[in-house]
């Protein structure tokens, strides 16, 4: 498809506190917002966003290798999230396309498409931790996700590290007695623990019934050991990032889901290609509008995957709550526990002029 032109437009969106995991702290999210037109006229928007603290590529990688693709449009070389922004963006100028060339259009949302989310606390103090959990619950949501492996907030925002400390069975316990014993409880630990700490955490963790583990350990042979040694079960994150992976996940028997980032495995098709080899949830790389109105259309076609039955899971795509600010004046709407898809063709995002032209990069 030929484009008339692209724009690499980098932002950055503030959190309303700052994100704490066991890789360390952001007080704002960087990412690149990519901005197709047709020939026609007609709009695509992609989203990249850089994986730094995952040891993947930064965000001037990112800018310079979607320049380069907007001067040639070739997609050899592309990084991961340099990958899902452009598929991304020809995904939803498809979808606007097929809405102005037919009357009635089945691509475009009516807005009652509705995605299963788990609510996302960010690591803290359990008391803290667990009143977040009490406010997300007043608001709908059943399920919650802990970020475990991380010392104390106060310790983190001003240190800017991060290490393994004992308050992650404290922040477990108090989140189970602030939401009660009918509600899911997952944990993420972003691979901040050895396997020798990892088994003795999840020991520790079996009696408050968690749903699953995400990425406790750092490889796949260790998950492999892990899920040999709990009945917790695992989901790979950071050790499932393309369907090559996958498959060996799955050979190996090291972890019974995976998660998926669209910015991770780059893009939507990858995505899906990946949960037909484990069963997967979508989840958000701390994405903007875009990419959770991507993550949530790549949900929904899971029920064409070859794992349905597991679509109980809820998926981590309420992100966009942390955000002190969007860039969007109409996006994904979130209430009730589960996100909306925006009426309209494509992805349904509008931009927002002048909210984008404030957070510039």
Same mark, same amino acid.
């Given at each position: ?38 020939? !026609? /006229? ?20 990112? @800018?310079?290798?979607? *320049?380069? +693709? #907007? ?28 809405? !102005?060339?037919?009357? &009635? ?9 509705? @995605? ?19 406010? +997300?619950?007043?608001? %709908?949501?059943?399920?919650?996700? =802990? ?18 400390? /004992?308050? !992650? ?8 007695? $602030?939401? %009660? ?10 691979? $901040? +623990?050895?396997? *020798? ?5 999840? %020991?520790?963790?079996?009696?408050? %019934? ?25 989901? $790979? ?24 980032? =669209?910015?991770?495995? /780059?893009?939507?098709?990858? #995505?899906?290609?990946?949960? !037909? ?33 597991? =679509? &109980?899971?809820?998926?981590? =795509? ?40 404030? &957070?510039?990069?």
């Amino acid at each position: 498809m030929q484009l008339a032109s692209v724009e690499v437009i980098p932002y950055a969106l503030p959190f309303k506190a700052p994100y704490v995991t066991a890789r360390g702290v952001l007080e704002r999210r960087e990412m690149v917002l990519l901005r197709v037109r047709d020939a !026609d /006229g007609v709009v695509g928007l992609g989203e990249a966003v850089p994986l730094s603290l995952r040891g993947g590529v930064g965000l001037r990688e990112v @800018v310079r290798e979607l *320049e380069e +693709w #907007a001067e040639r449009q070739v997609d050899e070389g592309l990084s991961a999230p340099s990958r899902c922004a452009v598929a991304t963006a020809r995904m939803d100028l498809l979808g606007r396309r097929a809405a !102005d060339q037919r009357t &009635h259009n089945p691509s475009a949302g009516d807005g009652t498409e509705a @995605v299963p989310c788990n609510a996302t606390l960010v690591a803290g103090e359990p008391e803290a931790v667990a009143a977040d959990a009490e406010r +997300w619950a007043a608001d %709908g949501f059943s399920t919650f996700k =802990l970020k475990l492996g991380a010392e104390s907030v106060s310790d983190l925002v001003e240190q800017g590290k991060s290490q393994t400390r /004992g308050i !992650d069975v404290e922040q477990v316990r108090a989140v189970r007695e $602030a939401v %009660g014993p009918e509600a899911r409880i997952r944990v993420d630990v972003n691979a $901040a +623990w050895d396997l *020798e700490t990892a088994k003795k955490r999840l %020991g520790e963790l079996e009696p408050f %019934g968690i749903e699953l583990a995400e990425q406790p350990v750092a490889t796949l042979e260790e998950m492999a050991e892990l899920s040999a040694a709990t009945s917790v079960p695992l989901a $790979a994150d950071e050790s499932v990032a393309s369907l090559a992976e996958a498959e060996r996940a799955a050979a190996m028997g090291a972890c019974a889901y995976t998660g998926i980032k =669209l910015s991770k495995v /780059g893009g939507p098709e990858a #995505a899906l290609q990946i949960a !037909d080899v484990l069963p997967a949830f979508i989840t958000s790389a701390l994405d903007g509008p875009v990419g959770i109105a991507a993550a949530a259309q790549v949900a929904l076609s899971l029920a064409e995957t070859t794992h349905p039955e597991r =679509l &109980h899971l809820a998926h981590g =795509l309420a992100t966009q709550r942390l955000f002190a600010e969007t860039i969007a004046s109409v996006e994904c709407d979130l209430r009730d526990g589960t996100l909306h898809l925006p009426p309209g063709p494509g992805l349904g995002i509008e931009i927002d002029e002048e909210a984008l032209q404030a &957070h510039p990069l």
